[in-house]
């Protein structure tokens, strides 16, 4: 990892440390998981106590967001709510919920 991930992982660890977690040197152990395709970084984090938390670290690209007017940004959000809108509604056409992982449907009933 890179000297900017150092300094956010010290970070983590130090408020890690400030929750009653890491209190020793090897109390967690650091391993990166695979990205979600942005810029961040994804950490699995595990406590001697076999507790495990998922960190992620801030993109450092260093760059600053662009802003765009509203008339500029408009069309592009109506478009984007539009195929939204198209997915939720068609994807329930001849939905099989068979296909679903854990139960075919999710209500109070699933909590266990």
């Known amino acids: 990892m890179d000297n900017k991930n150092s300094k956010n992982i ?27 395709g942005s810029d961040r970084s994804f ?6 106590e076999d507790t495990s938390f998922i960190g992620v670290l801030p993109t450092h ?5 662009k802003t765009i007017s509203w008339p500029a940004a408009k069309d592009i959000y109506m478009e984007i ?19 679903c992982w854990d139960t075919q449907r999710y209500d109070k009933k699933t909590d266990a």
């Open 61 to 65: 690209s260093g760059s600053q967001k």
């Open 81 to 99: 709510i539009e195929t939204l809108l198209f997915m939720q509604i068609s994807g329930s056409v001849r939905f099989n919920r068979k296909w």
């Open 10 to 36: 010290a970070n983590l660890l130090n408020m890690m440390r400030k929750n009653g977690y890491c209190d020793r040197e090897g109390d967690c152990l650091f391993s990166s998981l695979s990205g979600d």
């Open 43 to 48: 950490l699995r984090i595990k406590t001697a």
